[in-house]
């Protein structure tokens, strides 16, 4: 669709908008961008810096492939533009761990054969970190017995309704739970 009145002779409006500059800190990196103010974290992070490790699942915060940790917290990146995040630190699966190095969450994933297609790991693994963090911070699920207690007992039943937001095609379920309470268990989150 060309709208004559979009700054130029048959341009769309999203060709000629005026671009961001945005400064975004990804794995312990600045990496400085121009990015349209629309442009999801999701799409920022795999088309404008290359980092395809988090994944477009459904591209609208219902599969969990794209979340990534922001400051410590678990988000669904395709649901967060890039330019509300300068100044955040933004951790994809790519800053976790590498083959010569990985992630004890990451190691506990191929040790128990938690993914099959692997399409979602990605997403599954930083949420199981940022979820493994809300508990040892005690913040209770809807799943938590005691919500007044000061520690959670990471129950699968726990640790299932904490996932929730991670949809897995394959259903891996059960070796993502034992994944995540393999590592719970050593405290080597």
Excluded at 52 to 81: E, F, W, Y
Excluded at 134 to 159: K, M, N, Q, Y
Excluded at 174 to 189: C, D, F, L, S
Aim: proline share 4%.
């Amino acid at each position: 669709m060309n709208d004559p009145d979009a700054g130029g002779a048959g341009r769309s409006w999203a060709e000629t908008a005026p671009l961001s500059a945005v400064a975004l800190r990804v794995n312990d990196e600045v990496r400085r961008l121009e990015v349209d103010p629309r442009t999801s974290l999701l799409d920022a992070l795999r088309e404008h810096l290359h980092l395809s490790g988090t994944k477009k699942g459904c591209d609208h915060g219902q599969c969990g492939a794209c979340t990534v940790l922001i400051n410590g917290r678990r988000v669904n990146s395709c649901l967060t533009l890039a330019v509300m995040h300068e100044d955040d630190e933004i951790v994809t699966i790519e800053g976790l761990g590498d083959l010569d190095s990985l992630h004890a969450m990451q190691r506990s994933f191929v040790e128990r054969d938690g993914f099959q297609c692997g399409y979602c790991t990605p997403g599954q693994i930083c949420s199981a970190v940022g979820m493994l963090a809300e508990v040892g911070a005690g913040w209770p699920s809807h799943a938590t017995a005691d919500v007044a207690s000061p520690r959670i007992a990471l129950t699968d039943e726990e640790i299932r309704e904490r996932m929730s937001g991670n949809i897995c095609r394959c259903a891996a379920y059960p070796n993502i739970v034992a994944a995540i309470r393999a590592v719970a268990k050593a405290g080597t989150q």
